[in-house]
């Protein structure tokens, strides 16, 4: 098959709450941010770009070799920054974009790779995403966790920090999958995304404060792919840099 062409945004914020200037954490002597640039190029993007809001992130890229752009400060998400990106960039209506955060130096560019012919492949579907099956049933419960439930297609027809599906027959089996986790990896038809970001939060989303609802709300299809295993998760926390640090150390 055929292999897709796709461009690659990556959406960094300096003001992070939890770890501030969070992209330009050193781990393993490179930038966060540069560790997560190296994986986009990896999965065979025909362009990478950073998109950010401060100079520092733009220099600190520049340095390394990144293509970095200065976005508006007054974007709400890094889907914004995205889609500001692909308007600059004058890229088609057609186009293929991933949306890959900043702070996933551990994303496997395969899956990157994959969420693409996902679209690629899906007809007039505007944007692709991808799950994980879930097994354990502090992470179901766990609104942290995103779930997703999907149609015949595999199509998103929800998703939810509460636990869904309710199994109200109580008959899964130990180890047997309860619901899908939303793993926060998109690609996008540029069209679509412009659409998604012209249009103003809807209140499935602003209740469940996730953005995707925008998409159903607005009848948008989103096909998911599972894959299994998880890939590793992103960075949040200091501690979350010394796990990252650590498994790049045995790798």
Known sequence: MRRPQFHVVIPARYGSERLPAKPLAMIAGKPLVQHTFERAIASGAIDVTVATDDRRIADACRVFGADAMLTASTHASGTDRVAEV????CWRPDDIVINLQGDEPLMPPALIAEVAQKLATAGAVGIATLATPITDTTEFENPNAVKVVCDAEA?????????????????????????????G???????TLQ????TPPCPLELAERLEQLRALWLGIDIVVGTVDPAPPAG????????????????T
Do not use: C, K, Q, W
């Not at 692909?86 to 960039?89: M, Q, V």
């Not at 659409?195 to 012209?198: A, E, I, N, Y």
């Open 235 to 250: 960075v949040d926390t200091a501690a979350d840099l010394a796990r990252v640090e650590a498994a790049m150390a045995i």
């Open 155 to 183: 199509h998103a027809l929800y998703f939810s920090r509460a636990p869904i599906p309710v199994n109200r027959a109580a008959d899964v089996e130990p180890g047997e999958a309860l619901g899908l986790r939303h793993i």
């Open 185 to 191: 990896l998109y690609a996008y038809r540029v069209e």
């Open 86 to 89: 692909a308007a600059t960039r």
């Open 195 to 198: 659409t998604l970001t012209r």
